[in-house]
């Protein structure tokens, strides 16, 4: 096709308002600057680029954002602000963009650490290369899953002091255990250390790698075992903080972030529950339903579950869904909120989905005179 071909077709697609011709002209335009050299990475080009795409964007249905992601996940042409959004996108949309874009810097990495699911935080410790100050930060995060996804990052430039907290936090997270044992960058002195947690195939694998006398790491296995034997038990509950303050702002910020583009959904709720994220639960009820937090925090330890019901039903959760919600916010919360589940399906069911104003407005006038 000449240019004056593709110039034609861009014009007749820019001034159709199909969604599917708007789509076309989003992967068209990309391809265009694909193909076109330097000229893309002016700074003129990259403003303008930046407004046309991102408007594009906005509007596209997920497969084409999908599409589009791994289009340009390779690329280094593309806007700042067009590959951000793609990271923050839905995780289907943000893995391609997350494991290999080379625009995402270390302060954008941070950042998906911060305000994202802990989907996209997975995906940040799998990146291959990842530099130290980001392996920092999620040794300073201490997540889990996070963490284990990291220990399994052969190609992360982790440092002997992170390397060290991570074969520490390995004590209580046996899922890193196995990965930190193959770890390129596990030393002989972390590797007794590790030894002592690790089940016997590991060890062996240990023993193999550094060459070490096992009746000394025996010994010290055995050691380990006798100081836990004499340790006072702790009082359930006192290895449980709370969510830090800090913690608390940055997922106000993150719902508040996904509410503006659009992307805060039922589905989000549910997820966080999943997560075991009870705090960001509470904060996307309380933004989708336009609630305020103090009345979602005493619905959800109410000694009955229609409160729940009733803003659950108030910002449109599928009526399958919702006994999930239930359960999943009981199982974090202590068994509350109490209370009939056959009280709460009725309240439920008096809002059909097209009521869901309507619901919402009960639940306000229900929790005023709690």
């Not at 700042?80 to 874009?101: C, F, G, K, T, Y």
């Not at 060290?164 to 936090?169: G, I, N, W």
């Not at 195939?201 to 790491?217: G, H």
Request: charged share 25%; net charge neutral.
């Amino acid at each position: 096709m000449s240019r004056a071909q593709t110039a034609e077709e861009l014009k007749v697609l820019a001034q159709s308002r199909v969604p599917a011709d708007r789509e076309r002209l989003l992967l068209a335009i990309v391809d265009l600057c694909a193909s076109s050299g330097h000229g893309v990475n002016s700074p003129q080009s990259q403003d303008l680029l930046g407004t046309v795409l991102m408007s594009l964007v906005a509007g596209a249905e997920q497969d084409i954002r999908l599409a589009l992601a791994e289009k340009l996940a390779d690329a280094a042409w593309p806007p700042h602000a067009l590959i951000n959004a793609l990271a923050h996108d839905d995780i289907d949309v943000a893995r391609p963009i997350i494991a290999a874009s080379p625009v995402l810097k270390d302060l954008d990495l941070v950042k998906l650490l911060v305000e994202t699911t802990i989907d996209h935080r997975i995906e940040v410790a799998r990146r291959p290369s990842l530099s130290p100050p980001v392996v920092d930060r999620i040794v300073a995060r201490a997540e889990p899953a996070v963490m284990t996804a990291l220990a399994s990052n052969d190609t992360a430039d982790i440092n002997p002091a992170a390397m060290s907290k991570l074969v520490e936090a390995s004590r209580e997270i046996a899922s890193m255990r196995s990965p930190l044992a193959r770890h390129p960058r596990l030393t002989e002195d972390l590797a007794q250390k590790l030894y002592v947690w690790v089940g016997q195939s590991l060890r062996s694998a240990i023993v193999a790698r550094f060459k070490v006398d096992q009746r000394v790491l025996d010994a010290a296995l055995q050691a380990a075992v006798g100081q836990v034997q004499v340790l006072p038990q702790r009082e359930p509950g006192l290895s449980k903080s709370l969510a830090s303050n800090e913690q608390l702002e940055m997922e106000r910020r993150l719902i508040a972030k996904l509410h503006e583009a659009g992307q805060l959904r039922p589905s989000y709720m549910l997820r966080s529950l999943r997560e075991q994220r009870l705090s960001l639960f509470q904060i996307s009820l309380a933004t989708l339903g336009g609630y305020s937090t103090e009345d979602v925090r005493r619905a959800l330890d109410a000694d009955r579950a229609d409160y729940l019901a009733l803003a659950c039903a108030g910002v449109g959760v599928d009526r399958g869904a919702f006994a999930t919600v239930l359960g999943l916010v009981r199982g974090l919360n202590g068994g509350r909120p109490r209370g009939d589940n056959e009280q709460a399906r009725r309240a439920f069911d008096a809002f059909g989905a097209d009521r869901v104003d309507q619901a919402a407005a009960a639940f306000k006038q229900a929790l005023a005179g709690v």
